[in-house]
């Protein structure tokens, strides 16, 4: 019985070993010596960037309090549509008896 430390799993293991090993050989690491070529512009930190802000164009009174609906847009135009029908149905029913 083979435990895959012999033959060629043991070829393939050491081929992904190496290829990973060279693979990581350039990269960056903790050793400052590896950073010593990055220069800034000299210390020089003329382009802080500052948070915009929002300057009103308008200004609204204080009383003024943003509520939220109860109800849902979709409700709101249901009950208006159902209020005008109401309404014209009314002035027809009162037509019809005046007239």
């Known amino acids: ?3 895959g430390n012999t033959g060629p ?3 393939m293991r050491h081929q992904m070993t190496f290829s990973v090993a060279e693979f990581l050989k350039g990269l960056p690491s903790h ?11 000299n210390g ?10 929002y300057l009103p164009t308008k200004d609204y009174p204080s009383e003024q309090i ?8 979709l409700l709101r135009y249901l009950h208006q549509q159902w209020d005008k029908k109401v309404k014209s149905s009314k ?9």
Do not use: Q, W, Y
Request: overall charge positive; some cysteine; proline content about 2%.
């Open 91 to 99: 002035k027809a029913v009162r037509m019809f008896l005046i007239g």
């Open 31 to 41: 050793d400052e010596n590896n950073f010593a070529n990055f220069h800034t512009d």
């Open 9 to 11: 799993n043991l070829r």
């Open 1 to 3: 019985m083979s435990n």
């Open 44 to 53: 020089n930190r003329t382009c802080v960037k500052r948070p915009s802000v």
């Open 66 to 73: 943003i509520v939220t609906e109860k109800t849902t847009i």
